[in-house]
């Protein structure tokens, strides 16, 4: 299996665009994570789906913030409109939830820098 | 004061010795986790544990659940074990909270 996909690797945008981050879990896992992670912060849950269902999203900033998974296959995580301060790496993770060792698996992360 | 806390925040080894990085915590959790972050930015998943202890390879994880502690044990250390260590403990449902890491440096 290829692990986690996040898409883009990098992005690079401006103040008030749009931004939309995708990833792709592990197949047959049915948990679906979205992190942020910052110098300042460190490492933050933002949302998380069981079977394609947002369960907490807590996590999630504010309202320019949303998440989505259409299908087990694909989630997104879009801002609009992007901040300054919405610059960190933001990472995917899926897991399977049966079994006893449901450990999470983690994406490369896409690093977003808005100016 | 934070819900999980890693000491030391800094560490730095010579190549072969023994590490220990130690995670307390103050909630109730379901079970804790030790992760990996290379300074490429990955984060791989060394261990999950609820209790007792974990091997793999020259990583040893124990934790107490009397006194919500964990450690992370590195034997024989090397400079590929340069990394941040975070500890993560999973509470209500699936959601983790983090610790804010431990900078590893080995030198050769």
């Known amino acids: 299996d290829a692990g986690v996909i996040q898409s883009p690797r990098h992005e690079v945008t401006e103040m008030g665009q749009e931004v939309t981050l995708r990833c792709k879990p592990i197949?047959?896992?049915?948990?679906l994570f979205w992190y942020r992670q910052t110098m300042m912060r460190g490492l933050e849950l933002l949302i998380y789906?069981?079977?394609?269902?947002?369960?907490?999203d807590s996590g999630m900033p504010e309202d320019r913030f949303s998440a989505k998974m259409p299908n087990a296959s694909f989630s997104t995580l879009k801002i609009q409109p992007s901040e300054p301060r919405d610059s960190a790496v933001y990472f995917c993770?899926?897991?399977?939830?049966?079994?006893?060792?449901?450990?999470?698996?983690f994406g490369p992360g896409t690093r977003l820098t808005v100016l | 004061k934070n819900e999980v806390e890693q000491s030391p925040q800094n560490l730095t080894a010579q190549e072969g010795e023994f590490i220990t990085i130690n995670c307390s915590y103050s909630?109730?959790?379901?079970?804790l986790h030790w992760l990996q972050q290379h300074p490429g930015g990955g984060i791989v998943s060394l261990f999950m544990l609820s209790s007792g202890k974990k091997k793999h390879g020259r990583l040893i994880a124990t934790i107490n659940i009397q006194e919500k502690h964990s450690s992370l044990h590195i034997t024989a250390s090397h400079p590929r074990d340069s990394a941040v260590y975070i500890c993560a403990v999973g509470t209500s449902g699936s959601r983790l909270t983090f610790g804010e890491g431990t900078q590893l440096t080995v030198n050769p």
């Open positions: 909630v109730g959790i379901s079970a």
């Open positions: 789906f069981n079977n394609n269902v947002p369960i907490d």
């Open positions: 993770a899926s897991r399977q939830t049966s079994g006893r060792d449901n450990e999470q698996f």
């Open positions: 197949s047959g896992h049915n948990s």
